[in-house]
């Protein structure tokens, strides 16, 4: 069973960057592609990335776009996602999902590790 995890979440003031995560464990064969999604206090969780697990196509959010870099290195089994210009409103918990062949949804979750950028 794949599981995730993410590490590198943290406090960090406008403008600064960080690098979030996503260590992947189990089966990876049947990935097809791996997600970052943020949820902030109140709202709607919302997709930030996406990245093929096989091609390394990604996809942005229009709100990321350019400020965002998603990664993945399938002999290590990690996916990465960098941030640069953070801004408050970027403020959530992030969470890596898998989505695998013939489903979807994005149906595996890690536990999410906390952004916070102070103004």
């Known amino acids: 069973q794949v599981q995730l995890r993410e590490s590198g979440g943290g406090l960090v003031e406008t403008g600064a960057s960080l690098r979030l995560s996503c260590a992947v464990s189990?089966?990876?064969?049947?990935?097809?592609?791996m997600g970052w999604f943020r949820q902030a206090p109140g709202q709607d969780r919302e997709i930030v990335s996406s990245i093929s697990w096989n091609t390394g196509n990604t996809f942005y959010s229009d709100v990321v776009k350019g400020r965002f870099i998603t990664t993945r290195d399938v002999a290590s089994l990690t996916v990465s996602l960098q941030m640069y210009s953070l801004r408050p409103e970027d403020t959530a918990v992030y969470f890596c999902?898998?989505?695998?062949?013939?489903?979807?949804?994005?149906?595996?979750w890690g536990q999410g590790t906390q952004v916070t950028v102070w103004d």
């Open positions: 189990g089966p990876t064969n049947g990935i097809l592609a």
């Open positions: 999902a898998a989505r695998r062949f013939g489903r979807s949804a994005y149906e595996i």
